[in-house]
Each structure stands twice: as structure tokens, then as C-alpha cells.
């Protein structure tokens, strides 16, 4: 694939102008939303809205709501030369990196909330979090006005929230979900593993070793607190094993078919 630096823009305003050209044009649109920071893993989901979309919208934005802990908000790496690089090698047409102030002009006044699922899993450890993923969600999906949304699967219980969003709100736009790509070593590739010290990161792939092969999550729960993690939780929902574990300040999360 020829590389092509992406377009970057800081308002909606100037996207709106894309996307009705886009559209007189009868072009469709792509959308992959990220809080930056990116990996391998955020490439497969461009790659995979290049192959079935005329255009590529991306954005670039670390949402203030969606952090439980003002410092892990604090730490989140911005690395907007290095994403608009790696986006450029992956298809990615017009980047969007807009501001708080941007894409809250109303502050925290209006909010999207789950009622159920979203106290779940992650949601049981994380208060606040899914109510600040899915509102600013809704506001890339009203403003991205796409044809198709990628999404990773290794953030299971987001995805399927936002599907949940989708559907309960009649949002026009496609969810696509993308399979989790994984260092060599099986570990899940996450923004947060850049803050793993050498001994947690060649700690790491147990995680998701023991995900997989413990017959039941409180045998996995034991098997990762014996190994030196602090486990958020383990569960078995239906056909998938779902997995939090903190490795000194850094939380990292899996799921595994079982
Ligand atoms: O998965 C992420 O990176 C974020 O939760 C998202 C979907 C970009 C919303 O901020």
C-alpha cells in the first residue's frame, strides 16, 4: 500500500465539510476512533476499514470521562507525530485530533449510560468508565456519520456496550468487530504495555497463557496471584473467559474463546 500522510484536522467543523463532499460524491466512509498512542493493533483496524471503505476517517482523542484514575488519564502517552506516522503506512486519509473543549462544548452535562452490562466485568472496577466510553462514542459515531465503525475485540465488553448503544439508539452506522492481534509472545497489544518495566513485561504472557488453559477463572485467579499479579477479576460469560489483572500500575485486560 502506497503511503499517504492522512489529512490531520482539529474540528468537527472541518471533517463536516469532508464527509458532505464524501458523500455528494457517493464515497463511503470508514471510521476508526482511537485515544492514540498507537500499535499493530490499531493498524489492523485501519487496514481492515482501507479494504471495505472508499475513505478512511480516523480520530485521535484521550477522553477525559472514560479514565477512572486521574493520573492513568495524566500518563496516557500522546504521541500524535508518531500515530499520524504509522497511519500514513496504514491508509488512513483524514485524521481528526480534536480538543476537550471541542468535543465537550456542553462539559458533562449530557451523558450516555448503560444500566446493566456496563457495572459488569471491567465496569465493577472501573466507575464512570463505560458512561465516559460510550458517551464520547456517540459523539465520534453522530460526528464520523460513517458507513462502518471498527472496533477490537480485545476490549470485548466495549464493544459489545457499544453495540448495545448502537442498536438501542438506531445509529445507522455498522459495527465491525476486529480480531485481537498479539505480540509474538500471546500477549494482547494495548497503548499500556509501553509501561510495563522489562521484569512485568516478560511477566505479561502468563496472562493470557493462564486465561486460556486454567480449567476454571478461580483456579486462574489463584494460578496469576501466585505468579506476582493483582487480579481485578476472572470470569467465564458464555462462550468467552474474560480477564483483568494489574501488573504494578498497569492494568491489562484479555479474552479468550473457551
Ligand atoms: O478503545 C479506545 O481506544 C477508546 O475507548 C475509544 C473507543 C477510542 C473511545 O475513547
Known amino acids: 500500500m502506497a503511503s499517504v500522510t492522512p489529512q ?3 474540528t468537527v467543523a472541518e471533517w463536516r465539510a469532508f464527509r458532505a463532499a464524501h458523500r455528494a460524491a457517493g464515497r463511503t466512509v470508514g471510521f476508526v476512533p482511537t485515544m492514540g498512542a498507537l500499535h499493530e493493533g490499531h493498524a489492523s483496524l485501519f487496514r481492515a476499514a482501507r479494504r471495505e471503505n ?14 477512572d484514575e486521574q493520573q492513568d488519564f495524566d500518563k496516557y502517552p500522546r504521541t500524535l507525530d508518531a500515530d499520524v506516522a504509522l497511519m500514513a503506512g496504514a491508509g488512513v486519509d483524514v485524521v481528526l485530533a480534536p480538543s476537550v473543549a471541542e468535543m465537550y462544548p456542553n462539559g458533562t452535562d449530557y451523558t450516555v449510560q448503560e444500566a446493566t452490562f456496563s457495572r459488569e466485568l471491567c465496569g465493577a472496577h472501573r466507575p ?16 464520523a456519520d460513517a458507513d ?13 456496550l457499544i453495540r448495545g448503544m448502537v442498536q438501542a439508539f438506531f445509529l445507522p452506522t455498522q459495527i465491525v468487530p476486529c480480531p ?11 497503548s499500556r504495555n509501553a509501561r510495563l518495566s522489562p521484569a512485568e513485561r516478560s511477566l505479561a ?4 497463557q493462564v486465561l486460556r488453559n486454567a480449567r476454571t477463572p478461580e483456579v486462574a485467579r489463584a494460578e496469576l496471584e501466585a505468579a506476582g499479579f493483582a ?13 483483568a489483572v494489574r501488573l504494578g500500575a498497569t492494568r491489562l485486560i484479555d479474552n479468550v474463546a473457551r
Open 8 to 10: 490531520v484536522i482539529h
Open 231 to 243: 487480579v481485578d477479576y476472572v470470569e467465564d460469560r458464555g462462550d468467552r473467559r474474560f480477564g
Open 180 to 190: 485481537i492481534v498479539r505480540e509474538a509472545d500471546g500477549l494482547a497489544m494495548s
Open 148 to 160: 462502518r465503525a471498527y472496533f477490537g475485540e480485545k476490549d470485548y465488553q466495549q464493544l459489545q
Open 128 to 143: 464512570g468508565h463505560f458512561t465516559g466510553m460510550l458517551t464520547v462514542v456517540m459523539k465520534l459515531l453522530q460526528i
Open 54 to 67: 472508499d475513505v478512511v476517517f480516523a480520530t485521535v482523542f484521550v477522553n477525559p470521562t472514560q479514565f
Open 205 to 208: 504472557p502468563l496472562f493470557n
